[in-house]
Nanobody
């Protein structure tokens, strides 16, 4: 059974930092692309950052230079370091594991709330 378990969310003031973690089990972690998505109230879920099995990263324009995604294949864990947080970063953050474009290998965590107060 595949499980993605996020942790590290919480309440932080504008300009603060948080580090999210996502521990994966039930998959061969090293061969998956790992991503962080977020969904704010009334908005669609959007990609925040992703890292391929080869270590290539990509970021949403809104978080470039502030957020960093990293993976530790020895721990089956992906991280999202979030610095200089803004109120507009407030959302539920979801961990994703996928092997797109192949279908049938796309998994989600339960989400963790990040709230940035102004």
């Amino acid at each position: 059974q595949v499980q993605l378990v996020e942790s590290g969310g919480g309440l932080v003031q504008t300009g603060g930092s948080l580090r999210l973690s996502c521990a994966a089990s039930g998959i061969v972690f090293a061969i998956y692309t790992m991503g962080w998505y977020r969904q704010a109230p009334g908005k669609q879920r959007e990609l925040v950052a992703a890292i391929t099995r080869g270590g290539t990263t990509n970021y949403a324009d809104s978080v470039k230079e502030r957020f960093t995604i990293a993976r530790d294949n020895t721990k089956n864990t992906v991280y999202l370091q979030m610095n200089s947080l803004k109120p507009e970063d407030t959302a539920v953050y979801y961990c994703n594991a996928n092997m797109r474009p192949w279908s049938g290998y796309d998994y989600w965590g339960q989400g963790t709330q990040v709230t940035v107060s102004s």
